[in-house]
């Protein structure tokens, strides 16, 4: 730059050098479209609150300095969103019931802590009632998909700690009765790898075998839901479970849910072809 260049010029440049270099040290080599990019760097300038003096100078920036600058403030943009998520469920954990229900059916993703204090609200029959009747059972099973989907396994395992809790409430036990998807999904994480999650899991489709007056045969179709998804056999993930896990714990509990399938069969006849499969 020439010696006359502004003060206010040098530390555009400057600034835009910087950000020149955060693109590069990030390794992208591919630039969005200008329309695309500037959409994107309208979002940071949003978040960011910037003053109409700090935006004009980012107008004549080349493409490389303005996909380095977002570059640059996505991180600390996903931060701040986290923190705000954070207070939120701070909050949440003092609401009654249907707002927990309707906070969670409204949200993508939340941290397990929430869940944890959704726990514990559930030992109060009161709150635990009011939380089915507003379709808290369905936000549980949206997170246990959700987190499933995308390998959050510690969200799994709380969402479903906090269904296994429901299960003590006869509204709750009720609504598994009549909505076969709030097992099935609660079985689909069976595929995670998590000795603790397989243990809460296969608790609850126990359980739910022995429930009248159709509990038995939901839990047949939850086993013959998850097989159907995975092109195995009805009862292999059992058998799995059983010759891979360490767990002492989760293989009892593998070996009780066999048990409870063969011996709740009717007849002499289907507890001898449970026990072949």
Wanted: glycine fraction near 4%; proline fraction near 3%; charge should be positive.
């Amino acid at each position: 730059k020439d010696n006359d260049v502004s003060t206010g010029k040098d530390k555009e440049t400057k600034k835009e050098k910087k950000v020149s270099k955060s693109k590069k040290d990030k390794g992208s080599s591919v630039l969005p479209s200008m329309n695309a990019l500037d959409q994107q760097l309208a979002a940071v300038i949003v978040d960011q609150m910037l003053t109409a003096e700090e935006v004009a100078p980012m107008l004549s920036w080349t493409a490389a300095a303005k996909w380095g600058y977002i570059l640059s403030n996505k991180a600390g943009s996903e931060d701040r969103k986290k923190e705000a998520q954070r207070e939120r469920e701070k909050e949440l954990e003092q609401a009654g019931p249907k707002e927990m229900a309707r906070a969670l059916l409204a949200a993508r993703e939340v941290q397990p802590g929430l869940l944890r204090a959704v726990r514990s609200l559930l030992k109060k029959r009161d709150w635990a009632k009011g939380f089915v009747r507003a379709r808290g059972l369905e936000a549980l099973r949206r997170q246990v998909e959700t987190g499933r989907e995308s390998g959050r396994e510690q969200t799994v395992l709380a969402a479903v700690r906090c269904m296994r809790e429901a299960m003590n409430n006869r509204h709750a036990l009720s609504a598994y009765l009549k909505d076969r998807a709030l097992m099935q999904e609660v079985a689909m994480a069976l595929e995670l790898d998590n000795s603790q999650l397989h243990q809460q899991v296969l608790e609850m489709i126990t359980s739910l075998t022995v429930v009248p007056p159709n509990g038995r045969a939901i839990g047949l179709e939850v086993m013959t839901h998850y097989a159907q998804r995975h092109n195995e056999p009805r009862f292999a993930v059992l058998v799995g479970i059983l010759r891979r896990s360490q767990n002492p714990n989760v293989r009892a509990t593998a070996m009780l849910a066999i048990t409870c399938f063969v011996r709740r069969a009717p007849a002499l006849d289907a507890r001898v072809e449970r026990r072949r499969e």
